[in-house]
């Protein structure tokens, strides 16, 4: 499970980090989302893994934080994904004016002299 | 009857969020047109934040050590709930950042607020944005508003379009967004680690983290800690702050600049009350960063403010100098030290608004090129040749407006390099002798205490260099066709903004009286953690 979740973390993350730093906008796009997908999953994994816990409560137990998920970082990643979902979407419109303004899908809006 | 006021008060904490946020959706509603309307709403809202500012600052001045206010939102407890806090640090960023919005929005009332849609709108999320990050006491809250800021902001920074402002947008929103990423790990890394998100409750739970976990904590930290240096400017993360303040419309850049402010806030807060004398073998982490990183801030600055050949992007480079003075400031460590940032601070942020709107005043009627000056006009020995040589020119007067204009320009000059008379210099004044330790004979100074000071005094010695240059090119030459023409609105913010830089000067007593009790109070947070967690002892809590 950890090194499942390890993985999946690192790949996302290092294809995102290889792609932001390309130089064609639709490249940084994908590479900030899958990033974002590494990040999502590292907040996930930071209430700890475990399988088959309940998600809040046995049936006919107490409530202890030593028996179920913690819920808050379920809830953040919530938040991560609406609020990440949102900039990219700007970010997507922005690129776009860019793409009609300069001409180019260069990041830095023109070509490199070759 | 006392009990119901103190009640009523209470909820003036959460106003500086609500009111601009109903204001701003309000517009939005009202759709594109009816703009004079919406004028009118922005302008009330943003004169009634800075009142509201003012009572806050007048209630947290008098609130001794502990915060004035802890507001428990849906009052649940603090460890459960996100609280907002109003301490003396928080209301005075609320008060500059509703001065500077007031400032802009009345500036940009003469013509700029046409250039483009849903401007207004974007100021009150703007200040709503700031005030949340400024007010709330929780760290992944802090991100929630952080975001709000930015989202806002990337609004205001395209505003008016254009492919310059498109094409410095673009790198300014991919950066913020991967900022925002990393202030996510570094979130979840704090919470996996300390299995809390208050603030209060980080500081008191810190000291009893050992072992792995305090590792884990202090990265948790330093990836937390290079988001607030991005947003703040630290060189080598700041590449993208002059361009982008340069590329901005004259008002959304005059707000923009409170913007880097927001990160040095997070690091004046999160630092001091997370890494302060009190979080044991933590206690001082990243320190050293601070303040060789503020230096090489300051220096990178310096180089740019010399080597800029067009105005705004001079007032961008002066952003990064004055980022990098707080910062520097606060690593040293010093309470009297800190105080002295905070004054410079509240100084520059002002002084750096009024800049951005003169420079906009000042330009209107130069034609496009005319920024190429300075430097390669010298270099060439251009203008000295073709000075007009006939007798009638040498009695020229100088029209009014460019006269109140070059007086204006003036008072940023000095305000910037730290001349006396005004505040800029009191405030440098205040960081560089405490931190010399005048008052402690026989105290060692240490080596990047120099470092700091040699660098501060010839940052100053460089700005004024570069205003002086840029100045004589814009007022001191020979009117070429109609001066440009300003309107009192437009002329008012930027008077406003120097007056309160003036009055700053002759009330510096209780400003720095102020000042000093604010980093008093950010030094030591047992009363902030004492505030917000009424009930708890010192080390207690549970694990994640």
Redesign the interface.
Known sequence: MEILIALAVGVLGGSGVWL?LRPR?FQ?IVG?SL??YA?NL??FS???LRTGAAPILEKGGTGS?AVFD?P??QA?VL??IV??F???A??LV??L??RG??GTDH???RERDR | MSAALNHAMSHLAILPIVLPLTVGALMVMLGEHRRSLKAALGFASAAAMVVLALMLLHLADGAGGAPAIVYRLGNWPATFGIVLVVDRLAALMLLLTSILGLAALTFSLARWHQMGSHFHALVQFQLMGLSGAFLTGDLFNLFVFFEVLLAASYGLALHGSGPARVRAGLHYIAINLAASLLFLIGASLIYGVAGTLNMADLAARIPAIEGHNRMLLEVGAAILGTVFLVKAGMWPLGFWLPTTYAAASPPAAALLSILSKVGLYAVLRLWLLLFGGEAGESAGFGGTWLLVGGILTISFGTIAVLATQDMARLAGASVLVSSGTVLAAVGTGQVGVTGGALLYMVSSVLAIGAFFLVIDLAERNREVGADVLAVSLEAFGEGDEEEPTEGEEIGIAIPGTLAILGISFMACALLLAGLPPLSGFLAKFAILSPMLGVSEVGKAVPTLAWVLTVVLILSGLATLVAMTRTGINIFWVVPEGRPPRVRVIEFAPVALLLTLCLGLTVLAGPAMRYMEATAQGLHQPAGYVRGVLPGLRAGGGGGS
């Open positions: 932001l906008t940084v900030l990033l974002s990040v590292f907040i930071m209430g700890r934080l913690d808050l970082p953040l938040t991560a609020i990440g949102a900039t990219t700007l970010f922005v690129m004016a860019s303004l300069t990041v830095d809006g």
